[in-house]
């Protein structure tokens, strides 16, 4: 088995400072449960510090008041070659986090497209090498993988979600390196399924004890993998290949359907 390599990586983050439940959008989120900002806020910089101890470079986005989903920030956009396609987001409780993420970019200089069709950003759209995974039937319509196909230069694969828990491609499967991947199969329809196994024969493919506790809401540099701490099958499959396992415990912002991957949006210059 070949060494892994790790590469450095440009992250963007947003700190959990208004990070609450207050509606429901998808099924882990329930505004009867109280949440703990400041556990949030805890979890979060053991994340962002373990970015740093990995050489890792991480810029941050200012959070900003009403909108406490702010801190996924792999929803806010996709960042490709310079290039940025903007986030448009299905629920108008999320809708003003697609300009302020855009607002960000245009600042820095990155090319930016705002969204004709809705789509949620690395949630959605996954970049593997020199294509994209994209994610629909629940947030990203279809009409936007065109979109991104078109604005990006790289060819995008279709895949469609059928399990309401898994709501973005980003908590069902997880890139690990140029052509390699780890995902949940009975998030996926059939059609969808036999994409995946002809593209990615030699996949790690994850159980439902660890899809269930976000194992694949992951974030890897091509040697070490963070992911969920409860996902210890998936470490142990990943420790197999040749990969470093390292997790992180993220439990009060799984309370509203987000881990490591969710709060991690590459910018790819």
Same mark, same amino acid.
């Given at each position: 088995?070949?060494?892994?390599?790790?590469?450095?990586?440009?992250?963007?983050?947003?700190?959990?400072?208004?990070?609450?439940?207050?509606?429901?959008?998808?099924?882990?989120?329930?505004?009867?449960?109280?949440?703990?900002?400041?556990?949030?806020? %805890?979890?979060?910089? #053991?994340?962002? @510090?373990?970015?740093? *101890?990995?050489?890792? !470079?991480?810029? =941050?986005? +200012? &959070?900003?008041?009403?909108?406490?989903?702010?801190?996924?920030?792999?929803?806010?956009?996709?960042?490709?070659?310079?290039?940025?396609?903007?986030?448009?987001?299905?629920?108008?409780?999320?809708?003003?986090?697609?300009?302020?993420?855009?607002?960000?970019?245009?600042?820095?200089?990155?090319?930016?497209?705002?969204?004709?069709?809705?789509?949620?950003?690395?949630?959605?759209?996954?970049?593997?090498?020199?294509?994209?995974?994209?994610?629909?039937?629940?947030?990203?319509?279809? %009409?936007?993988?065109? #979109?991104?196909? @078109?604005?990006?230069? *790289?060819?995008?694969? !279709?895949?469609? =979600?059928? +399990? &309401?828990?898994?709501?973005?491609?980003?908590?069902?499967?997880?890139?690990?390196?140029?052509?390699?991947?780890?995902?949940?199969?009975?998030?996926?329809?059939?059609?969808?399924?036999?994409?995946?196994?002809?593209?990615?024969?030699?996949?790690?493919?994850?159980?439902?004890?660890?899809?269930?506790?976000?194992?694949?809401?992951?974030?890897?540099?091509?040697?070490?993998?963070?992911?969920?701490?409860?996902?210890?099958?998936?470490?142990?499959?990943?420790?197999?290949?040749?990969?470093?396992?390292?997790?992180?415990?993220?439990?009060?912002?799984? *309370?509203?359907?987000?881990?490591?991957?969710?709060?991690?949006?590459?910018?790819?210059?």
């Amino acid at each position: 088995m070949s060494p892994r390599t790790a590469r450095p990586r440009h992250y963007l983050m947003c700190r959990p400072t208004h990070f609450t439940v207050d509606y429901s959008i998808n099924p882990w989120m329930d505004p009867a449960k109280p949440t703990d900002t400041g556990a949030a806020l %805890a979890q979060w910089d #053991e994340l962002h @510090a373990l970015f740093q *101890r990995l050489g890792h !470079t991480v810029e =941050l986005i +200012d &959070p900003l008041p009403g909108l406490p989903d702010m801190v996924f920030a792999a929803n806010g956009a996709t960042a490709v070659d310079g290039k940025v396609l903007g986030a448009r987001f299905r629920y108008p409780e999320r809708l003003a986090e697609g300009p302020a993420y855009a607002d960000w970019f245009r600042a820095r200089g990155w090319q930016v497209r705002d969204a004709e069709y809705v789509n949620e950003g690395e949630g959605d759209l996954l970049v593997a090498g020199g294509r994209v995974l994209a994610g629909t039937g629940f947030r990203t319509e279809t %009409a936007a993988h065109a #979109e991104a196909a @078109a604005f990006l230069g *790289r060819e995008v694969v !279709t895949l469609r =979600l059928v +399990d &309401p828990r898994y709501y973005h491609l980003d908590t069902a499967l997880a890139v690990l390196d140029d052509d390699e991947i780890m995902y949940h199969p009975p998030a996926f329809d059939a059609e969808s399924r036999a994409v995946l196994e002809r593209l990615y024969p030699d996949a790690i493919l994850a159980g439902e004890d660890d899809a269930r506790v976000f194992g694949l809401n992951a974030v890897s540099d091509g040697a070490h993998v963070i992911l969920p701490e409860a996902a210890t099958g998936l470490a142990g499959q990943l420790r197999d290949r040749g990969f470093t396992p390292i997790g992180i415990d993220l439990t009060e912002l799984l *309370r509203a359907g987000g881990a490591v991957k969710c709060c991690t949006l590459e910018l790819r210059r």
